[in-house]
């Protein structure tokens, strides 16, 4: 299509005259249609993973781009290196090539039409004076769009700024699109509990763009346990699923203190709760973030749930890589321990101290939404849904009381660590002046760990269950 034709469109499109249902190739979904043409100024799609929110949010920039000849676009997201790494692939995946042109320096995508996209990072995570630093910075911006991708991440200051700089004069058109998981953060209370005028939400589930998805992605997203499927798959945002308060129960923990004993021995700076014996162990590594936090490890039982080793300390990584090389000779009796690394941030460089040893490093499945592969990759990548998953999971140990802490400091940070949807947090952390890298590793050290006594069957069930209700969910789907 050629560029006049995009300005009579939008100006069909403002008319409503025009209602876009496919981009190119794309065959648009019925949520996807009703994003790329909702009109109103403030627009969010919320929903589960892989429902198409991505795809919708970039076929809207990309005609905003083309139907409003010499628009400013603003595509923000927390850090520029988001958006470079995790957004920019899919833009120039979906935007046709050789209608636009990128400027990596400037981060800017330039139209021939006089568009353009600025590409920028929020900071909202950032301490109080840095994202003063960043809405100082946008202040000056004069916008007819600003998109917002994750805008879970970005804090409710920066997106009162951004709207104030939504009003590029002769410009027939002003919106601000965002995207959102189902998150417990300012945007639940203005598009959701009691919507704000001129505010719209569209939601929508992983089911709505399942014919777009590998049948066996849908179905082992299903397998993953009720209250994460009606967050990640059909996206549910509401009180329930966004549990407020302590992520661990107090009666959970409460039973935990029972537990808590004074090591055996302590092994320079290592304690040791109990002498190794012939059982499978796995090892949780939670890497420290500079000065700021320690990092540490963590060696639980697969067999018995039961903690028996734990370092923490302010160290560099070559010296946690030692620690943790240490750990798992000591408890090598039956097997090698399962070692299960962070691999964010900080991480990446102890994954590769770690791969250095003989060690038995945990491998994750990595699945790219863009190319719709998954690969293996070495450590655990926390991310908002995973860490949540590393919760569930531990809470459902803990419920059935599997779970057997030893050391006391551990106890105290599990009381304490909260859901909270602070960027930097990843949806649960301590509050400030809080240390959580004991229950990280902890967490880390218990992922899919199913202690032995009598737990298999029920695990089975739930995966039955699970496959049962995406067989009905996609009858009616289909039926619909
Ligand atoms: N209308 C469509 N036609 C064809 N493929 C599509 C369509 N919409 C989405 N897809 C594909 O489906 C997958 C998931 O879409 P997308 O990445 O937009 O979802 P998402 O909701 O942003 O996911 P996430 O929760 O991972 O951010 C991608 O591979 C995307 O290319
Ligand atoms: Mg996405």
Known sequence: MVAMDYAQMGQDWLAGKVRITQFGKYKLTPKQIEYVNAKDRHLLVSGGRGCGKTMAFIVKMYLLAQMFPGIHILLGRKTRSNIEQTTLPDVFDVFPQGTYEYKVGAGKIFFPNGSQITIKGLDASASGEDTKKAAQDIKGMNLGAAFLDQLE??????????????????????????????????????????????YRLIEASMLDNKQNLPEDFVASQLAKGESWVRKYVHGEWSPDSMTEGAVFEESHVRAMEHGVKAPLRTLDGVKIFAEPRMEPYQIGVDPSIGTADPCCVKVFSRKTGEEVASYSAFVPIKVIADKVSFLSSLFSEMDRPLVVPESNGVGQALVEELRKRDLKIYIRESFNSRTRKTSDKLGFATTYSTKMQLIEHAKGLMAKGQV???????????????????????????????????????????????PTDGSRDELADEIRKAVKTFRRATRTNQAR
């Open 153 to 198: 991440e970005i804090s409710e200051d920066v997106y009162d700024t951004l709207d104030a700089c939504v009003r590029q004069g002769g410009m027939p058109f002003h919106q601000l699109c965002g995207t959102t998981n189902p998150a417990n953060y300012w945007g639940y209370g203005r598009f959701k509990a009691t919507p704000m005028p001129h």
């Open 404 to 450: 057997r802490v030893r050391e006391k400091e551990t106890l105290d940070e599990l009381k304490v660590f909260r859901y909270d949807d602070a960027a930097k947090k990843a949806g649960a952390g301590s509050p400030d002046g809080f240390h959580d890298d004991r229950v990280m590793a902890t967490l880390l050290a218990l992922w899919n760990v199913q």
